[in-house]
């Protein structure tokens, strides 16, 4: 068989030169204007408070230490739609797409890891990241709108410290919900669990004594890598440092759940999404007590480091 690319018919018509036509010669169609999309990066304060004219918003807190795995959960509700529907809800939109994707890039096949893992979130003290999801409820029809704070295990560090810190982020004044994450990682090393449950029992201390959330939020105390929890006993002492945690809530209505976002443990029998379910219809459905809620005032937005998912997209 003959390799030579054979020539072109005579028959077939040589393409037709492309015909420049000027700008000014458009005609401009009534009413024309630009519009700006959004950047799909994680919202600072004033642009969540844009996002809440739109469409009923529930807020909520993710807190915990370093680690714990707060932007494997934000992440694993995110990718938990890419299914269908889930928690009995619809994916209808979100204006953070770019944030959502940045994060699980290192889950993915094309990050080139052998084991999966989430970026890690780098912002400065001070510096906000909300996470934005839009979703329809399947039987009323009824749309919500999500927003997640995704801040760094050091921010919660200095709030430890300082409940004044608090004063730091206005959002705080806004929550519908506090997920508080103790990490079960740290719970079965003998060297490190006292140390992480007494931190997080300050971190939820300093954030109620430190008046920004309004009076009876809800808080949920997400055990967070349930996957690594082995056998009746582990199980008991989890559940047991979660309770010790929860004393620091005063009259805050509480619960514990146990989740597994991405599972840790290779041949884990535990699926990825692990009780996200659940924790989604609480966020969705938490009602605190009637009260004043503040606006979302503006501030800058969070910084944009360059991450191994702008690397593999290539430059812009």
């Known amino acids: 068989m003959s390799s030579e690319i054979p020539e072109p018919s005579a028959e077939v018509e040589a393409a037709p030169e492309a015909i420049e036509v000027e700008e000014d010669s458009l005609p401009e169609s009534e009413g024309s204007q630009w519009i700006e999309l959004p950047s799909g990066e994680a919202l600072s304060h004033g642009e969540a408070g844009e996002v809440m004219k ?10 915990g230490e370093d680690d714990s795995g707060k932007t494997s959960l934000l992440c694993g509700v995110y990718e938990q739609f890419s299914n269908g529907d889930f928690a009995g809800h619809l994916f209808c939109g979100s204006r953070t797409l770019r944030a959502f994707e940045r994060r699980s890039f290192l889950q993915r096949a094309e990050s080139g890891l052998k084991n999966p893992d989430t970026e890690r979130t780098r912002l400065a003290v001070g510096q906000l990241a909300l996470l934005h999801l839009e979703l329809q409820d399947k039987g009323s029809g009824e749309r919500i709108g999500l927003l997640a704070t995704d ?3 050091e921010a919660f560090r200095f709030i430890r410290n300082d409940p004044k810190e608090c004063e730091r982020y206005p959002v705080l004044g806004r929550i519908d919900c506090v997920t508080l994450l103790l990490d079960c990682e740290r719970l079965i090393d003998r060297n490190e669990r006292h140390g992480h449950v007494n931190s997080t029992r300050t971190i939820l201390r300093s954030l109620l004594q430190s008046g920004t959330l309004r009076t009876g939020v809800p808080v949920i105390l997400a055990l967070s890598k349930w996957d690594l929890i082995e056998g009746a006993a582990a199980r008991k002492q989890a559940e047991k440092d979660a309770r010790e945690v929860l004393a620091a809530a005063g009259e805050s209505p509480t619960e514990v759940l146990k989740i597994a976002a991405a599972p840790v443990k290779t041949g884990s029998s535990v699926r990825a999404g692990y009780g996200l379910a659940s924790l989604l219809g609480k966020w969705l459905d938490a009602d605190p007590p009637a009260a004043e809620i503040p606006g979302i005032e503006g501030a800058e937005a ?4 360059t991450s191994a998912f702008d690397l593999f997209q290539g430059e812009e």
Do not use: D, H, M, N
């Open 302 to 305: 969070p910084a944009r480091a």
């Open 151 to 153: 801040l760094a295990g």
């Open 54 to 63: 739109v469409a009923p918003t529930q807020v909520v807190l993710v807190a």
